[in-house]
């Protein structure tokens, strides 16, 4: 991994954070097909951007890209996101598409919208068979890279009033998918009066954002 300090804590660290350039970041949200609403919650990305922007030395291109998995642009991605309340489905094409990506040191944060769990445990068993997803331990520098969050996964809103879970598939060691269930990060980075989130329910959802991210920077590197 880089030095966890070079991603923490450097607000103003460059005049040129968040444009486009020759190391800049994109975050990607992945469009996929089955009658999900991938497209759900559309001011949560761009917020995340900004509390990485803000908050880390990385540069993040301030709008994500949106990319199906047969989308070139797909293998420039350090960070995908997926998330919405339905149906899933993956071709076998995307299926070995995705499975390709995340052997290759590609990231996936799948955030379930409520609604999005039996067809996303579906559809990854499909692309990683031969890894299983399980609870991503409270020791793994996921939860503390940048913020540090003893009890795991925060829950934002309460769905089924189950706790939080944050799961991952691990591909050669590497944690290459993490499932926030039960948690709902991507409302909790929504615009304040789209859900009337408490302000420090949105603080931990962001902070665990740049968490991922910056997790799945430094593990690609």
């Keep these: 991994m880089i ?3 070079a991603l923490v804590l450097a607000c103003g660290a460059s005049t040129q954070q968040g444009t486009a350039g020759p190391t800049a970041l994109i975050v990607g949200r992945l469009q996929y097909d089955g009658g999900g609403d991938w497209y759900a919650n559309p001011s949560s990305l761009p917020n995340l951007i900004t509390a990485i922007n ?3 030395a990385l540069r993040v291109v301030e709008r994500e890209h949106v990319v199906r998995l047969t989308d070139p642009a797909l293998w420039g991605l350090p960070y995908l996101y997926m998330t919405g309340h339905g149906n899933v489905r993956f071709s076998q ?10 052997e290759n040191g590609g990231f996936l944060h799948a955030d379930d919208n409520y609604g999005m769990d039996e067809s996303f445990r579906r559809e990854i068993a499909r692309v990683l068979p031969d890894h299983p997803l399980v609870e ?11 913020y540090e969050f003893n009890e795991g996964l925060p829950k934002i809103h309460e769905h089924d009033g ?23 990060l991507g409302d909790g980075w929504e615009d304040p009066d789209v859900h009337e989130d408490p302000e420090d329910l949105r603080e931990q959802a962001l902070r665990m954002g740049v968490n991922l991210f910056a997790y799945a920077v430094a593990a690609e590197r």
């Design 3 to 5: 030095p966890i300090v």
């Design 54 to 56: 803000g908050r880390t």
């Design 93 to 102: 094409g995307e299926v070995e598409l995705l499975r390709r990506y995340l």
């Design 136 to 146: 991503v331990t409270l020791d793994h520098p996921v939860y503390r890279i940048v």
């Design 162 to 184: 189950l706790p939080a879970q944050g799961l991952g598939v691990f591909v050669g060691g590497r944690l290459a998918v993490f499932y926030s269930y039960q948690s709902d």
